[in-house]
């Protein structure tokens, strides 16, 4: 047994048994390459689950870290720092938003996110507590979180949830009549990603804007997944024109680093008053430069050009070679954030990928999603569907 095995073995004895690594220990990455400690070679159509949109160790993005490491590691929310000043400028320049507020996370902005929502209507003196989230929905795992996350597969074991939520089909105008002037959130992925990588319709979007501005409700987009150019353009509402009230992000906001922001506009972002809500971490120096680093490189026309082409490349290849395959049921999503749903359980498909050192994220039992670096190039696009079809071939009945 090789040194990297006993390490595993002891670390499976040691972490808290909620997570299930790969069989082997990641040593470095280099754009859509992963190593591990033998130096086997992995193509990640992962990106760490939607993170490292640039690739692994991104030049710029390393820059940036390398040059703010030697400056300040820490400020807290005490003092300014210019990264994090730099950022909040930038995000409000790139979205619909007037206010940021600065997190580590994803579900901490979604917190945020939350209570600011049951905030803005008690400092009216007309209090809404009541949100309505999506079957299917994803938005993290802590309380408020879970709460608003419609599959209860998530909440086995941790009932009572918080009060307050309730769940609607999506995609299903008819069903938007839920939302009352009792409502104080409307909660929605621009695309469902754990849900199933299922994509809101442009219908459905404008509907709900619609409903919440009659009702008074406000709209709630998760862009933790679905942004930061995942699905083509910066953000996801970005596609459908509507405008969402307030918005989080993070996941490949930092380049790999953890960061999460909330975005708002004006009359909401200010009822965050001092000493309202607050994080330690938010705003840290070197996730702020390394994000800032992202949308440098990100939000420019060439970027998009580039971007639209490879992944036109890419969803015309999946397509005809493995679209056409007779156990794919379907191939849906927007850019690079890609599910390939599959009549069979994909375990099998999924561990021979793998064995071909090709590495995808999953959704049991049927959907295979795939989240390719938005700089992952057409030679590498056309190993991975090679890879595939061979897959496919490996673990045909
Ligand atoms: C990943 C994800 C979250 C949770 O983010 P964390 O950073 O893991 O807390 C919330 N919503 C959506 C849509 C996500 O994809």
Redesign the pocket.
């Known amino acids: 047994m090789n040194a990297s095995h006993s390490l595993i073995e002891q670390a499976k004895k040691t972490f808290t048994p909620n997570i299930a690594p790969a069989p082997f220990v990641v040593s470095r990455g280099e754009g859509s390459y992963l190593y591990d400690t033998e130096e086997q070679k992995y193509l990640d159509f992962s990106s760490g ?2 993170v490292s949109n640039l690739g692994h160790c991104h030049p710029a993005v390393v820059r940036a870290i390398e040059e703010q490491i030697r400056k300040v590691l820490h400020t807290s929310t005490m003092f300014w720092n210019e990264p994090a000043m730099k950022l909040a400028i930038k995000l409000k320049e790139i979205s619909f938003a007037d206010r940021v507020f600065l997190c580590n ?4 902005a ?1 917190e945020a996110k939350l209570k600011i929502t049951r905030k803005y209507f008690y400092d009216q003196g007309k209090p809404r507590i009541e949100f309505i989230s999506f079957h299917k929905s ?4 802590t309380f408020g ?1 879970l709460s608003g996350t419609g599959q209860e597969k998530y909440w086995k074991g941790f009932e009572p949830l918080v009060p307050g939520f309730k769940f609607i089909n999506f995609n299903d105008i008819s069903a938007l009549t839920a939302i009352t002037e009792q409502t104080a959130g409307v909660w929605v ?1 621009p695309i469902q ?2 849900g199933g990588v299922h994509p809101a319709t442009i219908e459905f979007m404008k509907a709900l804007r619609a409903r919440c501005d009659e009702t008074g409700a406000l709209l709630l987009a ?1 862009e ?3 942004g930061l150019g995942r699905t083509g353009s910066m953000f996801a509402m970005d596609f459908y024109g509507v405008r969402p009230d307030l918005m ?1 992000i ?2 490949g906001l930092g380049g790999g680093l953890p960061i ?1 922001a909330l975005l708002a506009s004006e009359k909401i972002g200010t009822t965050m008053t001092v000493g309202s809500h607050a994080t330690t971490f938010g705003g840290n120096p070197v996730c702020a430069a390394a994000a800032l680093a992202v949308i440098e490189t990100i939000n420019n026309q060439e970027f998009w050009r580039g971007l639209r082409e490879r992944s036109e490349f890419f969803w015309t290849l999946l397509k005809t070679r493995i679209g056409s395959n007779k156990r794919v049921v379907d191939i849906r999503g927007r850019g690079l954030m890609i599910g390939i749903e599959f009549k069979e359980d994909i375990t099998k498909i999924f561990e021979q990928l793998r064995a071909q050192k090709v590495l995808v994220t999953r959704i049991p039992p049927h959907i295979l999603r795939i989240l390719p670096p938005l700089t992952a190039s057409k030679q590498e696009m056309e190993i991975f569907v090679d890879n595939m079809s061979q897959a496919l071939k490996a673990t045909e009945a």
């Open positions: 689950i939607a996370s994803g579900t901490e979604n994803f938005h993290g795992r979180s992925e990603g754990e998760d933790i997944q679905t989080s993070a996941k999460g």
